[in-house]
């Protein structure tokens, strides 16, 4: 079975949103509408794209908590440097 360019499009539009590549996405899904996909066929293949890049952060993010040895929530020192915490700062406001 060959892919017609129309389902290649698709896929593609699906694989720009799981990679992040706005360009491509731009380009796909101009390129789909010249081969007559509906909107609702761009719409499922920008979800499905989602679907998978979430997986993938999700699996990531496991994978890279279990590389190293449990630690105290960084949240809580992320932000120390930035002005918006500054006390000066907030006095000024």
Aim: aromatic content about 4%.
């Amino acid at each position: 079975m060959k892919l017609d360019e129309h389902l290649m499009r698709l896929i593609a539009i699906g694989a720009s949103v799981a990679v992040n590549c706005q360009p491509c996405l731009e380009t796909n899904l101009a390129r789909a509408r010249e081969c007559g996909a509906e909107e609702a066929e761009l719409t499922q293949a920008i979800w499905v794209g989602r679907m998978i890049r979430k997986a993938a952060a999700s699996k990531m993010d496991d994978f890279a908590s279990n590389l190293v040895k449990p630690a105290p929530n960084p949240s809580s020192t992320i932000l120390t440097d930035c002005v918006c915490e500054d006390k000066k700062y907030k006095e000024k406001k």
